[in-house]
Each structure stands twice: as structure tokens, then as C-alpha cells.
């Protein structure tokens, strides 16, 4: 059973459109975050998220994303109104214990969501 | 200060040769290096850490070197394999904080 499984792999949205990411991490999990990949460039921190509340945000993250762990299993990323330069790979990660512990507490990361705005 | 600077973008390496991928930061509040691995289509998987407080650390064909002084910390991959074919991220956690700071990237290739 994979650490993070994201649904969907590929989303394509038009540009002013709200688009909801999933993912849903293995239940021992605490500690959750989410990054983006533009094509070719480097992984990019926007959130993290501790006991049902943000913890710390990149400027990337500004009022346009939200998240939330509405049912205790599923964690959501939301774009409320896309722009064509939030088309990247969307990662949500997952931690038993926070990154700092490393080898004990590693960061798990799922395969994906693409999201396309056109 | 909280970037993570990583060279090259990418490599070309023979099976059996060395990889070395090199990573440099400012932030000295960082205190834990991970190196990420990253296949087309998968996220980022954990290959192999360090802390500030050793030089060096090895598993298996893969070791880390760490420079403190410098602030500089590199990857080699001995005996490189076509399998090893990938994107390797450097990555630096500070104590303060609690996520990954990813360096550029680089793509390996390992020609057989």
C-alpha cells in the first residue's frame, strides 16, 4: 500500500476555475504538506499542516489556496480561481513525526497531480 | 538565504563511472541534508541523509559528503547503474522549521 496516494494523475482546468487536489496518506501520518513542480524546475514548499491547521506557508500560498483535512483521511489542496502559471505537478507529502526527525520520520510523497490551466 | 544551490542541471555518466552531484547553502540554522530521488512520474523518494555533525555517510553505492566550513555538500553514486537514471534533489531542513528547502535538481543519465 503506497505512504500517499493523490487522485486524480492529470487535471485539467480552464483558467478562473476551481480546481480541489486529493490526497490521502497513510492513517499513522501527521504531518502533511504540500509542494509544486513546475515543469523542470525545482520542488517548491507551500504548505504545511499539523493537527488540523496550517503551520507554516511559502508566498507561493497566497489567499487563492486553502487546504483542509476535512474527514480525517483525505487532504485537499484548493485553487479557487486558476492562472495559467499554477499549471505544474502538484506533490502532497506526508510525515510520521515532522521532516526534522529524518530517517525516523522520512517524507513521503505521492505521485502527482498535474494540473494543466489553459 | 533560504535557497539551496545545486550543480550541475544535469549529467551524463558511463555505467560503472562516478556521479557527483554538489550542493551549497547559506542558512547555517539548517541542520539536516536529505537527498531526494525522483523517476519519471513518481514523487520524490528519500535516498539517503546526513546531519551537520558527521563528514560522511555511506549506504551502499550512494555516500554523502559534508563540508561545514564550507557550507557544501555533494552526492556520489559509485558504480553507476542504468537504474540509477533519474533526478536527484538535494534538500536542507533548518531547525526551526519543519519542511524541505529542494535544491534545483539534477538529471542523471547512466549510459550502459
Known amino acids: 500500500e503506497p505512504e500517499v496516494t493523490q487522485t486524480p494523475s492529470h487535471q485539467v482546468t480552464q483558467m478562473g476555475q476551481e480546481v480541489i487536489l486529493r490526497c490521502v496518506p497513510i492513517?499513522?501520518?501527521?504531518?502533511f504538506y504540500w509542494y509544486r513542480q513546475i515543469l523542470g524546475q525545482k520542488v517548491e514548499f507551500l504548505v504545511s499542516?499539523?493537527?488540523?491547521?496550517?503551520?507554516?506557508k511559502s508566498e507561493i500560498f497566497d489567499d487563492q489556496f486553502s487546504v483542509e483535512r476535512p474527514d480525517g483521511s483525505n487532504f485537499t489542496l484548493k485553487i479557487r480561481s486558476t492562472k495559467l502559471e499554477d499549471s505544474a505537478m502538484y506533490f502532497c507529502a506526508a510525515s510520521i513525526q515532522g521532516v526534522r526527525l529524518g530517517y525516523n520520520s522520512p517524507l513521503h510523497f505521492g505521485n502527482g497531480t498535474r494540473l494543466t490551466v489553459t | 538565504q533560504q535557497q539551496v544551490k545545486q550543480s550541475p542541471q544535469s549529467l551524463i555518466v558511463q555505467k560503472g563511472g562516478i556521479s557527483i552531484i554538489n550542493c551549497a547553502y547559506e542558512n547555517t540554522a539548517f541542520d539536516y541534508f536529505p537527498w531526494y530521488q525522483q523517476f519519471p512520474g513518481k514523487g520524490p523518494a528519500l535516498l539517503i541523509a546526513?546531519?551537520?555533525?558527521?563528514s560522511e555517510k555511506k549506504e551502499g553505492r550512494f555516500t554523502i559528503s559534508f563540508n561545514k566550513s564550507a557550507k557544501q555538500f555533494s552526492l556520489h553514486i559509485m558504480d553507476s547503474q542504468p537504474g540509477d537514471s533519474a533526478t536527484y534533489f538535494c534538500?536542507?531542513?533548518?531547525?526551526?522549521?519543519?519542511?524541505?528547502?529542494f535544491g534545483g535538481g539534477t538529471r542523471v543519465l547512466v549510459k550502459p
Open positions: 546526513i546531519r551537520p555533525d558527521v
Open positions: 492513517s499513522n501520518h501527521l504531518y
Open positions: 534538500a536542507a531542513v533548518g531547525a526551526a522549521g519543519n519542511k524541505l528547502t
Open positions: 499542516f499539523y493537527n488540523n491547521e496550517i503551520s507554516e
